[in-house]
């Protein structure tokens, strides 16, 4: 079955610390991906997409992803937290024609002063 | 660029009256719009794909008499929660996807609830 995991639920990580947040997908090709961002009681933001080409893609707010066609991964990192990147994190995948997004069940991201 | 608005970005009713939502897509055209609802501390559920000129697709499970969608223009979609109850009560969340970048952007969200 067609599927995004984001295996962690909560992440906590110290301000000015590394950060790398995990997503898996399961189908038989590649499928488009994305990094969603959403603040309490806010929309969806943009962060980075994949679709094809280099596998490792820059986004805003300083963030990247790697697509790993061999692990079915396209994990989001960022080599330096900021107190305002606390948030809940998304990946999602478009896996077919029909522009539907398959989305994780989010990573809450919580950043210790 | 691709910016989506929501309106309005939340709403209180009464149980058995009905409420629209406004989604618009303010600086592209969007063949295909999207409506999810979100519950708290969860993920999206994609609740239909709405498409401009022609009924809205609804997933399984959504009652399609109970959420009414309508995406009269390339700019506008609309969903109407009829009859509402409390159980409606959520965030509901619509997304507009900008055909040259293949993307779907969201819009800030509407609460609803439901007395």
């Known amino acids: 079955a067609q599927s995004v995991t984001q295996p962690d639920i909560h992440i906590t990580v110290s301000e000015g610390a590394s950060l790398e947040l995990r997503c898996n997908y399961s189908y038989g090709a590649t499928p488009y991906l994305f990094w969603y961002v959403q603040s309490p009681g806010q929309g969806l933001q943009l962060l980075l997409k994949?679709?094809?080409?280099?596998?490792l893609v820059q986004g805003i707010k300083g963030f990247e992803a790697e697509f790993k066609r061999s692990q079915s991964s396209f994990n989001l990192r960022k080599p330096s937290v900021h107190w305002s990147d606390a948030a809940e994190y998304f990946c999602a995948a478009r896996m077919d024609s029909s522009y539907k997004l398959i989305f994780g069940s989010g990573t809450r991201l919580l950043v210790r002063p | 660029g691709a910016v989506v608005s929501q309106h309005p970005s939340w709403v209180i009713c009464k149980s058995g009256t009905s409420v629209k939502i406004e989604c618009r897509s303010l600086?592209?055209?969007?063949?295909?719009m999207f409506w999810y609802r979100q519950f708290p501390k969860q993920s999206l559920m994609l609740m239909a794909t709405?498409?401009?000129?022609?009924?809205?697709?609804?997933e399984q499970g959504v009652e399609k008499d109970k959420f009414l969608i309508n995406h009269a223009s390339l700019t506008l979609s609309t969903l109407t929660v009829t009859s509402a109850h409390p159980e409606d009560s959520s965030f509901y969340i619509c997304s507009a996807r900008e055909p040259t970048q293949e993307t779907q952007y969201f819009g800030p969200g509407t609460r609803l609830l439901v007395l």
């Open positions: 709405s498409n401009e000129g022609s009924k809205a697709t609804y």
């Open positions: 600086d592209f055209q969007a063949t295909t």
């Open positions: 994949y679709f094809s080409g280099d596998t």
